[in-house]
């Protein structure tokens, strides 16, 4: 299984960017996907993340700003980032949760490689 991030770049605060992330493989089915992000210096946060139900949860600080979005048919899932400010600079990584694969049908936890955000100010 892969994950491939796409959309990252650099925008002025107050503007907006939509990242996504589109699994392939052999997959059967995908329990949720989402986003974490890393800035220089410190831990990586939980983003947002959604399941294949449609049922979303969202870091704090990206509450009422970010929108996040998935397509289980097409395994992708978006993240709609309006109002960035600078602290949502940082480099954003794909995560797919419960991912089951043929022929084994077993279920594991994968990553994306991360795409960069940056907002200037």
């Known amino acids: 299984v892969q994950l491939q991030a796409s959309g990252g770049g650099l925008v002025q605060a107050g503007g907006s960017l939509r990242i996504s992330c589109t699994a392939s493989g052999t997959i059967v089915s995908i329990n949720s996907m989402g986003w974490y992000r890393q800035a220089p210096g410190k831990q990586r946060e939980l983003v947002a993340r959604?399941?294949?139900?449609?049922?979303?949860d969202y870091g704090d600080s990206v509450k009422g700003r970010f929108t996040i979005s998935m397509d289980n048919a097409k395994n992708t899932v978006a993240l709609q980032m309006n109002s960035l400010e600078p602290e949502d600079t940082g480099v954003y990584y794909c995560?797919?949760?419960?991912?089951?694969?043929?022929?084994?049908?077993?279920?594991?936890?994968?990553w994306g490689q991360g795409t960069q955000v940056t907002v200037s100010s």
């Open positions: 959604i399941s294949n139900g449609g049922s979303a």
């Open positions: 995560k797919g949760w419960n991912i089951q694969t043929r022929p084994l049908f077993t279920g594991r936890d994968f």
